[in-house]
């Protein structure tokens, strides 16, 4: 996958991310200094609160850019791939945030959460859903098949159903105690474009540099009529997963 972050930007544009995360926090007990796994933390606005919330926390993301950003804050955080955690009954929890979409592997993904949790420790995570972005999915889908190339090669998401993903749960040993799917449309802080020049950096990869700049422009234009609402603002066609389960024994 083509996918860099610049944590200043992330932070510009997308605070909305780990905004909305806060919400997913009420899913966790008391924090009472048990341990805890951010997988995917990104630049750490949501694992400072986690932080705040009295969780000895350990975050790691693939991105060592973000890793960075991390560490000035103050978290314990390191670069590791989620397809290949290094973690062995180490947690009470494992938290995840809009972070689980970018592992195309879901069945590494677990295999390593399992591990990484102690025997009856919970996973609480939120991911995009089946139809997530559905709407910019198939608009660069459709550039890029204008343009020759195959789609599915250059989409980064992994956005499953409920019941897939607790076939999968289920399947390495967790027990589900929620799991539900939502609609949840996003009114971004600003242009579309800067949320294209984010997110969707990898269904450029095939392009030229100088023609990924129109690419975006493109699909603002097709996108428009879908997204864009009458007072200006654009909502993305957000659905999330959420869910709590636990590992077993
Ligand atoms: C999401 O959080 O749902 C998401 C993030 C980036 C791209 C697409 C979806």
Redesign the pocket.
């Given at each position: 996958m083509n996918q860099s972050w610049d944590p200043k930007l992330y932070s510009r544009d997308a605070a909305f991310?780990s905004n909305y995360g806060t919400d997913l926090l009420s899913m966790l007990d008391p924090a009472e200094g048990r341990s805890l796994l951010d997988l995917g933390c990104g630049e750490g606005a949501l694992t400072e609160k986690l932080l705040s919330l009295g969780w000895n926390v350990t975050g790691v993301d693939s991105s060592e850019e973000q890793v960075r950003a991390a560490l000035m804050r103050g978290i314990s955080a390191k670069v590791m791939d989620g397809e290949h955690l290094k973690f062995d009954e180490t947690f009470d929890y494992v938290f995840s945030n809009?972070a689980l979409?970018w592992m195309k592997k879901p069945k590494k993904v677990l295999d390593g959460v399992w591990n990484a949790l102690k025997a009856g420790g919970s996973f609480v995570g939120e991911m995009?859903a089946c139809g997530?972005?559905e709407s910019v999915v198939r608009i660069a889908s459709n550039i890029l098949m204008e343009k020759g190339f195959d789609p599915k090669e250059f989409n980064p998401?992994y956005f499953p159903s409920e019941d897939e993903y607790s076939e999968l749960l289920i399947a390495r040993g967790f027990s589900i105690e929620s799991i539900q799917t939502f609609r949840r449309p996003t009114e971004l802080p600003g242009d579309i474009l800067d949320w294209l020049t984010i997110?969707a950096q990898s269904f450029t990869s095939p392009l030229k540099n100088s023609h990924k700049k129109q690419f975006y422009c493109e699909m603002r234009e097709r996108l428009k009529g879908q997204l864009l609402s009458d007072e200006g603002k654009w909502i993305v066609d957000?659905v999330r997963l959420r869910f709590k389960a636990f590992r077993l024994v």
């Open positions: 991310v809009a979409h995009g997530n972005v998401w997110f957000y």
